[in-house]
């Protein structure tokens, strides 16, 4: 048994809600609990992931270990300056 009056309240059926709706109960010092992401919604767990590449790291990353063919217009804009800076 814990000690008196040195621990929160413990509520054991806390609500979690996301965008206004109960997704689910647990326990936790908080009567309610209000959350933006959780696991019915998280794009990891529903499968709906997409890769942010701002800055073409995952272009690089394919055409560094072939896992992609590069776009034609590109190899040529890359031969272009290849020999524009030989000669």
Not at 22 to 29: A, N, Q, R
Not at 55 to 76: C, H, I, L, N
């Amino acid at each position: 048994m814990p000690k008196a009056e040195i621990h929160p309240t413990w509520y054991p059926d806390a609500k979690v809600i996301c965008n206004g709706e109960v997704v689910m109960t647990t326990g936790s010092t908080h009567p309610e609990l209000h959350v933006d992401v959780w696991s019915g919604n998280h794009p990891f767990y529903t499968g709906t992931q997409k890769i942010l590449d701002t800055e073409g790291r995952v272009d690089r990353f394919m055409r560094k270990y072939g896992m992609a063919a590069a776009s034609p217009a590109k190899e040529t804009a890359k031969n272009d300056v290849k020999a524009d800076t030989q000669a």
